[in-house]
């Protein structure tokens, strides 16, 4: 039995196939239009699915919608009344549409679906309806791994319902209560989301972004004004202050009002009230989540919680749950938005509809990783490259994770490509866009040169599952001296803050992505010196190196991927001492790797570090210990090749006219203590750059290629 689900006409419109209870394929529309969040029937996500299973519409059993337009229309109109005459504007501007085409929104469907196969008919029975949250539910509990569970829906809203919470057994759903429009913890997010200058439906994800640069200074006004919260986490929020009921903009002059500011514009700069307005709602939304998560165990005593709808996108309320309620076991939706009520109402319809039965694996759920998008093989890839007169290289399989450690350990950025793409809105190892952790500038790179977007956005740092136990190890070890730390640093601090999503491998998965992490931070130990993928090490190098901790645990946030020797230990006092000159707030991070030490320093609360730290930096540890600064990165050089760049780095360069001046200013005795370490070597060096072949040379081979041609000129004089 085939079953199609598809959400569409609001925002993040999808499409999902089931065969029998096992789902085939799941795609959102936006991923083949490239628009984002797009709303508009799912023409070519629907036409994937089926070409994907190698079936035709017409061998659908049944095609189900997510919602019920009659309802939602109904709601429409009765908010509409009860705030009349006010959004009188914004009423007959929406009924004409609503009259026209959203009201006969079966109507639509079933003329779209027979576009994409003439054949289907509408025959009363195949073209089914769920409710929003019913899909929303459906979508959290029939795919995970439990018999029972609570499920919390938390969403804008859907129908008339914003909060739902309901108990899901074996193949049922039911619905145990709910809050209805206008009180929304959804809604009062985009509201604030409109108020800081950023797009409702789409951007709410940004302001949990920005919220950890702020101070939540505003939480006890928005309690006092605008949501009166219960003990049990119900709450009613005051309308006095929004628009979003029935007018065109989510808050009015009022709330402008109380926070003394108007809405920002999407081009303004963000200053520190931004963050602190982001960072007071995040906190708000954070408790309120806690507050019903606390009060449904309290009630239900049921131990595995399920979550749904697009509040349940919010990683940090989602992290709270886990870490301070009584729930033993929480399953997210991975496309907890509307995209992922498509998947709901094909299960709604599998289960609940249908009746049939279902059967649950404590060890693995259905959503087969939300690996459940378009793949293309590698002849596709070539052909397509070969078609746009792309240059391109295709290395050998054994070295194919190394080429990318060693390009990503160089500073360069990769986009990953491989399997099927991912179902809902995050990156999950198939296509992602990858970078080291360990560059302070890697973040200002992506964001701003790659992305192009705003430079607080945050990063998903990859660890490999079987961590866990060494992470908490280093928690407890961190916590021993600093009582009040929360968390370790696993990358430089500016890619890593309190919203990043950590991607954790599990053993058996078999994702290729996995498999990288794996051959970088082992594979490519001794080649490298440090192994760091956007995260930790692997176990047996993850080192605390407790007695530099006991000396310098001031510090607070320390992260070693090497065992560190004495003369690295012996330095670190005497720039502590240096950077004590500095008009420093605090001493942010340490990393400790291979023959390096990197700093990273806090000031001002900027959002990116000033370029001039870090120049600052720079001379310190070049004065104090010059052989620690690596201008030009020497990982693929012989251990011989490393020394010699070491001691002439400030000749390996490629501008001709500048190598001439530096050669002009080199004393007798210098140029003698040249020629004498590099003429032996030439040969080798020079095989050494012949076995890159076609391949580009790393910055290591062109600087020692560098020191050979001025040793040549040298000899020739």
Same mark, same amino acid.
């Given at each position: 039995?085939?079953?199609?689900?598809?959400?569409?006409?609001?925002?993040?419109s999808?499409?999902?196939?089931?065969?029998?209870?096992?789902?085939?394929?799941?795609v959102?529309?936006?991923?083949?239009?490239?628009?984002?969040?797009?709303?508009?029937?799912?023409?070519?996500?629907?036409?994937?699915?089926?070409?994907?299973?190698?079936?035709?519409?017409?061998?659908?059993?049944?095609?189900?919608?997510?919602?019920?337009?009659?309802?939602?229309?109904?709601?429409?109109?009765?908010?509409?009344?009860?705030?009349?005459?006010?959004?009188?504007?914004?009423?007959?501007?929406?009924?004409?549409?609503?009259?026209?085409?959203?009201l006969?929104?079966?109507?639509?469907?079933?003329?779209?679906?027979?576009?994409?196969?003439?054949?289907?008919?509408?025959?009363?029975?195949?073209?089914?309806?769920?409710?929003?949250?019913?899909?929303?539910a459906?979508?959290?509990?029939?795919?995970?791994?439990?018999?029972?569970?609570?499920?919390?829906?938390?969403?804008?809203?859907?129908?008339?319902?914003?909060?739902?919470?309901?108990?899901?057994?074996?193949?049922?759903?039911?619905?145990?209560?709910?809050?209805?429009?206008?009180?929304?913890?959804?809604?009062?997010?985009?509201?604030?989301?409109?108020?800081?200058?950023?797009k409702?439906?789409?951007?709410?994800?940004?302001?949990?972004?920005?919220?950890?640069?702020?101070?939540?200074?505003?939480?006890?006004?928005?309690?006092d004004?605008?949501?009166?919260?219960?003990a049990?986490?119900?709450?009613?929020?005051?309308?006095?202050?929004?628009?979003?009921?029935?007018?065109?903009?989510?808050?009015?002059?009022?709330?402008?009002?109380?926070?003394?500011?108007?809405?920002?514009k999407?081009?303004?700069?963000?200053?520190?009230?931004?963050?602190?307005?982001?960072?007071?709602?995040?906190?708000? +939304?954070?408790?309120i989540?806690?507050?019903?998560?606390?009060?449904?165990?309290?009630?239900y005593?049921?131990?595995?919680?399920?979550?749904?709808?697009?509040?349940?996108?919010?990683?940090?309320?989602?992290?709270?749950?886990?870490?301070e309620?009584?729930?033993?076991?929480?399953?997210?939706?991975?496309?907890?938005?509307?995209?992922?009520? *498509?998947?709901?109402?094909?299960?709604?319809?599998?289960?609940?509809?249908?009746?049939?039965?279902?059967k649950?694996?404590?060890?693995?759920?259905?959503?087969?990783?939300?690996?459940?998008?378009?793949?293309?093989?590698?002849?596709?890839?070539r052909?397509?490259?070969?078609?746009?007169?792309?240059?391109?290289?295709?290395?050998?399989?054994?070295?194919?994770? +190394?080429?990318?450690?060693r390009?990503?350990?160089?500073?360069?950025?990769?986009?990953?490509?491989?399997?099927?793409?991912?179902?809902?809105?995050?990156?999950?190892g198939?296509?992602?866009?990858?970078?080291?952790?360990?560059?302070?500038?890697?973040?200002?790179?992506?964001?701003?040169?790659?992305?192009?977007?705003?430079?607080?956005?945050?990063?998903?740092?990859?660890?490999?599952?079987?961590?866990?136990?060494?992470?908490?190890?280093?928690?407890?070890?961190?916590? *021993?001296?600093?009582?009040?730390?929360q968390?370790?640093?696993?990358?430089?601090?500016?890619?890593?803050?309190?919203?990043?999503?950590?991607?954790?491998?599990?053993?058996?998965n078999?994702?290729?992505?996995k498999?990288?992490?794996?051959?970088y931070?082992?594979?490519?130990?001794?080649?490298?010196?440090?192994?760091?993928?956007?995260?930790?090490?692997?176990?047996?190098?993850?080192?605390?190196?407790?007695?530099?901790?006991?000396?310098?645990?001031?510090?607070?946030?320390?992260?070693?991927?090497?065992?560190?020797?004495?003369?690295?230990?012996?330095?670190?006092?005497?720039?502590?001492?240096?950077?004590?000159?500095?008009?420093?707030?605090?001493?942010?991070?340490?990393?400790?790797?291979?023959?390096?030490?990197?700093?990273?320093?806090?000031?001002d609360?900027?959002?990116?570090?000033?370029?001039?730290?870090?120049?600052?930096?720079?001379?310190?540890?070049?004065?104090?210990?010059?052989?620690?600064?690596?201008?030009?990165?020497?990982?693929?050089?012989?251990?011989?090749?490393?020394?010699?760049?070491?001691?002439?780095?400030?000749? *390996?360069?490629?501008?001709?006219?500048?190598?001439?001046?530096?050669?002009?200013?080199?004393?007798?005795?210098?140029?003698?203590?040249?020629?004498?370490?590099?003429?032996?070597?030439?040969?080798?060096?020079?095989?050494?750059?012949?076995?890159?072949?076609?391949?580009?040379?790393?910055?290591?081979?062109?600087?020692?290629?560098?020191?050979?041609?001025?040793?040549?000129?040298l000899?020739?004089?």
């Amino acid at each position: 039995m085939y079953i199609l689900g598809f959400s569409a006409f609001y925002h993040d419109s999808a499409a999902c196939l089931l065969k029998d209870d096992e789902i085939i394929a799941a795609v959102q529309e936006e991923r083949f239009s490239r628009i984002k969040n797009d709303f508009r029937f799912p023409f070519k996500a629907i036409e994937f699915c089926l070409e994907y299973s190698g079936i035709s519409l017409v061998e659908v059993d049944y095609v189900v919608f997510y919602e019920k337009p009659f309802l939602k229309f109904e709601r429409l109109v009765e908010t509409y009344l009860a705030f009349a005459p006010h959004g009188l504007f914004s009423f007959w501007k929406s009924m004409p549409l609503w009259l026209k085409e959203k009201l006969f929104q079966k109507k639509t469907i079933i003329s779209n679906l027979q576009i994409i196969d003439c054949r289907w008919r509408y025959n009363s029975k195949n073209l089914l309806f769920t409710e929003h949250h019913q899909a929303h539910a459906a979508s959290a509990f029939f795919p995970s791994p439990f018999k029972e569970a609570l499920i919390l829906t938390v969403d804008g809203v859907g129908e008339w319902t914003t909060t739902s919470v309901a108990k899901g057994i074996e193949n049922k759903i039911e619905v145990l209560k709910e809050i209805r429009f206008p009180h929304s913890i959804g809604l009062l997010y985009s509201a604030f989301t409109y108020y800081l200058g950023f797009k409702v439906n789409s951007d709410e994800y940004k302001i949990m972004g920005l919220a950890p640069y702020g101070e939540p200074k505003y939480v006890n006004k928005i309690y006092d004004h605008l949501i009166d919260i219960k003990a049990d986490g119900s709450f009613r929020v005051n309308m006095e202050y929004f628009d979003y009921g029935a007018g065109l903009k989510m808050t009015n002059r009022k709330f402008d009002l109380l926070f003394g500011s108007i809405p920002r514009k999407p081009d303004a700069e963000i200053t520190s009230f931004h963050m602190d307005v982001a960072s007071s709602i995040q906190k708000v +939304t954070e408790e309120i989540m806690l507050l019903i998560a606390c009060d449904l165990y309290k009630e239900y005593g049921i131990e595995n919680l399920c979550l749904a709808g697009g509040v349940a996108l919010n990683c940090v309320a989602n992290g709270k749950i886990l870490q301070e309620t009584p729930f033993k076991q929480v399953w997210i939706q991975p496309a907890a938005g509307d995209a992922g009520g *498509a998947l709901g109402a094909a299960y709604a319809v599998y289960y609940e509809y249908l009746q049939n039965s279902r059967k649950a694996s404590r060890n693995e759920d259905k959503m087969k990783n939300a690996l459940l998008g378009p793949a293309f093989t590698k002849d596709e890839v070539r052909q397509f490259l070969s078609q746009r007169g792309e240059t391109f290289y295709e290395p050998e399989e054994e070295d194919y994770y +190394t080429i990318l450690a060693r390009e990503i350990a160089q500073g360069k950025v990769i986009g990953w490509f491989k399997g099927r793409m991912e179902y809902g809105p995050r990156a999950l190892g198939a296509r992602s866009i990858l970078g080291d952790a360990r560059n302070p500038v890697m973040q200002s790179v992506m964001n701003l040169k790659i992305k192009y977007r705003e430079s607080f956005r945050p990063f998903a740092p990859a660890i490999l599952g079987f961590e866990k136990n060494i992470m908490q190890e280093i928690r407890d070890k961190i916590k *021993a001296f600093r009582p009040t730390s929360q968390e370790v640093i696993l990358c430089d601090p500016n890619i890593n803050d309190k919203s990043t999503r950590l991607y954790k491998f599990k053993d058996d998965n078999g994702n290729r992505f996995k498999i990288w992490v794996f051959t970088y931070t082992i594979r490519l130990e001794a080649q490298l010196e440090t192994s760091l993928l956007f995260s930790i090490n692997f176990p047996d190098k993850v080192c605390l190196a407790n007695k530099l901790l006991e000396e310098i645990s001031e510090i607070g946030k320390i992260y070693t991927d090497n065992s560190i020797d004495d003369q690295i230990k012996s330095c670190i006092g005497l720039l502590m001492n240096d950077l004590k000159t500095l008009n420093f707030d605090s001493i942010e991070g340490l990393t400790v790797y291979g023959n390096s030490i990197q700093l990273t320093l806090k000031q001002d609360r900027k959002i990116l570090p000033e370029i001039e730290i870090f120049k600052r930096l720079k001379s310190i540890i070049e004065l104090n210990f010059p052989d620690k600064i690596h201008d030009i990165d020497y990982s693929d050089l012989p251990i011989g090749f490393r020394k010699i760049l070491y001691n002439f780095k400030s000749l *390996a360069i490629t501008d001709d006219f500048e190598r001439s001046e530096k050669i002009l200013e080199l004393t007798k005795k210098e140029r003698s203590n040249l020629i004498k370490v590099v003429e032996p070597k030439l040969e080798e060096i020079y095989s050494f750059v012949e076995s890159f072949g076609d391949k580009p040379l790393s910055e290591g081979a062109i600087g020692i290629q560098c020191l050979a041609e001025i040793v040549i000129e040298l000899t020739n004089e």
